[in-house]
Every structure is written in structure tokens, then in C-alpha cells.
């Protein structure tokens, strides 16, 4: 099998699925913490950290750099799902695997597929080591940003028509890419968060301005479905900078550098379905990628709502349990 380059001329050979025995390809393998029974296996899916060349299209695993890039990416948001980072907390998982770079999202998103081919097949072969080797039935909080989240639907799609591990799901959080209808009504497993305790569905958004009518994640035309995390609404209630429990700003070690309180309130927009932010600037709050217009903002989707998002972890963690 091949895959087209950029401009279509020429195809590169697809490598080999990564080799998940091997503890060197794991950013985090805590398989050493207490598998106690109040607490979840998480699985996360890193987001975008490579950048790409112009014959190099997923990220290679022998490059240590990129790696280590890699690894700051995971650690930035690993507060979130297993914030007390202690052998009594949550149990956390998450491969290295051959993602594609930022040069992939610049070809047509038709042209983007063959890469992230590559990609999913080392996440779902993690995923199923992960199962068979490590988790031992234990619950799952599935979670990945940005590509990380992409993956996680396909995660979803392909997995999780099992009911034995459907019966295991805490909840999916793919932050930061698009879910349609579609997709749920072809695949009934794609459960969408209806509120802030249900469990075995998927908490998905996609923040951007007000004024932004559309984007590589949510093309203008397209709708996702999404649910607020200041409010655990699906429709377009507002939900004001009060219920904002703190943005956090964390470093490439995971170290909250900064904490904003009531930083921006929130909105879904009933025609988009992307959560409107309407009380921070684009010019504070930079894409940081020209891949991404000005008022997307994509790259703070889990900085701005981060402890909304922490606690929410915790609290569909316990409805789990007492649903059992």
C-alpha cells in the first residue's frame, strides 16, 4: 500500500504499525500504579506536535525531538484526567505513534486520509494491546485533542460495537474536532453527552470567535455536535464567565504557569454547532498556525475550560461507579 505525497506525483511507502510491546514506545505506560477500585484507566491520544518536511509526513518514532515534543504536548494536559498524578490516582496510558505533521492539514482533507491511515493504525494497535495486556476490565476515560480526537471517533467507530467495552466507558472526550450526525446515526455506539454525569458518550467542542463562520475543523457549512463545558447544555443556553471555574496555562511539564478565573463564558451556536467564545480577543489569543484563521480557538480548547473539565472528568467518574 502507498500513499500520494502533497502534490499527488509521487507515493511513499507506508511503515510498519508500531511494535506496543515495547515499553519505548509509550510516552506514559503506568502499569506500576495501584489498580484501585475507585479510580479509571485513561487512554490518551497525544494532538499535533510534528511539524512535517517536505518528504516527511508522519512523525517517525526514531526521531528523539520530536518525541520529546511530543511528550510535552501529553503532559500539558495530563492535569485533567488524572490530576493528583499519584500511584492512587488514575492509571494513565498514552502511546507514541506516527502522527501526521502540520503539512498534512494543508492538503485537501481527501489527501490528509492516507497519513492518517498510518496514524490510526498505531492507535488502534495500542489501544488493542492496552486492552489485552493492561486495562484487565477496568473502567476506560478515552481522551485525545485535536488530531488525538480524530483518532478517538475512529477509536469509537471501529472498537466500541463491542457492548463488553462499551459497558467499560467512562467517557470519550475528543476536544477539539468535528462529530456529526451522520456519524452518529451510522454508528449508534458515537453517543453524544446529553449532560454533565452521563456516561459511555463522547464530550466533544470546537471553540471559536463569535464572528468565525468556519474553519479546518468545522468547515463553513458543516455542523457538529457539541456540548458546553461551562454548562453541560447541548443547545445554545449561554453560559456566563461566572461558571467558569479556571483556565489553566500549562507548560510542556504539565505545570499550571497561569490560572484565570472567569476568563470567557461560552455559547453553542444552533447553526454551526461550535462553542462561541465571546469574551477574550483573536489578537490576545493567536491560532498560533496558519492552517487556522484569526478567532479560532482551536489551540485553547482545554486551556480555557480546564477545570471545568477536570472536575467533570471526576464527576463522570463517580456517576460511573454509582451507576454500578
Not at 477500585?37 to 506536535?49: M, Q
Not at 492507535?123 to 493492561?134: D, G, I, P, S
Not at 446529553?194 to 470546537?206: H, K, L, M, P, Y
Amino acid at each position: 500500500m502507498t500513499a500520494g505525497s502533497r502534490s499527488g506525483s509521487t507515493s511513499v511507502a507506508v511503515p510498519a504499525v508500531t511494535d506496543y510491546a515495547q515499553v519505548s514506545n509509550w510516552a506514559y505506560l503506568e502499569t506500576d500504579a495501584a489498580a484501585t477500585d475507585a479510580d479509571v484507566d485513561v487512554f490518551f491520544v497525544c494532538p499535533s506536535t510534528f511539524e512535517g518536511t517536505d518528504d516527511t509526513f508522519n512523525m517517525p518514532l526514531s526521531d528523539e525531538q520530536a518525541k520529546e515534543r511530543f511528550l510535552g504536548a501529553v503532559n500539558m494536559e495530563k492535569g485533567i484526567y488524572d490530576p493528583d498524578g499519584t500511584a492512587g490516582g488514575n492509571r494513565f496510558f498514552a502511546p507514541f505513534y506516527q502522527q501526521i505533521g502540520f503539512n498534512v492539514y494543508e492538503m485537501p482533507e481527501e489527501g490528509r486520509e492516507p497519513y492518517l491511515q498510518i496514524a490510526y493504525a498505531d492507535v488502534r494497535a495500542a489501544f488493542e494491546y492496552f486492552c489485552a495486556h493492561y486495562n484487565d476490565g477496568r473502567p476506560i476515560v478515552l481522551a485525545g485533542f485535536s488530531q488525538g480526537a480524530d483518532l478517538c471517533i475512529r477509536l469509537m467507530k471501529d472498537c466500541f460495537d463491542d457492548p463488553a467495552l462499551q459497558d467499560r466507558l467512562v467517557a470519550c472526550y475528543a476536544i477539539g474536532w468535528r462529530v456529526t450526525e451522520e456519524e452518529v446515526e451510522k454508528f449508534p455506539q458515537l453517543k453524544m453527552a446529553q449532560g454533565e454525569r452521563d456516561t459511555g458518550v463522547i464530550v466533544s467542542f470546537n471553540s471559536e470567535s463569535p464572528a468565525t463562520t468556519g474553519s479546518l475543523l468545522v468547515p463553513a457549512g458543516t455542523k457538529t455536535l457539541a456540548i458546553n463545558p461551562l454548562n453541560w447544555k447541548t443547545d445554545g443556553t449561554f453560559a456566563d464567565k461566572a461558571l467558569n471555574e479556571g483556565a489553566c496555562f500549562t507548560d510542556r511539564t504539565g505545570a499550571i504557569v497561569e490560572e484565570v478565573p472567569r476568563l470567557t463564558g461560552a455559547y453553542i451556536d444552533e447553526e454551526r454547532g461550535t462553542l462561541k467564545v465571546p469574551d477574550v480577543s483573536s489578537d490576545d489569543y493567536t491560532p498560533g498556525l496558519s492552517i487556522f484563521e484569526p478567532g479560532v480557538f482551536h489551540r485553547f480548547d482545554f486551556q480555557f475550560f480546564y477545570r471545568n473539565l477536570q472536575k467533570n472528568v471526576k464527576d463522570r467518574t463517580a456517576a460511573f461507579f454509582s451507576e454500578r
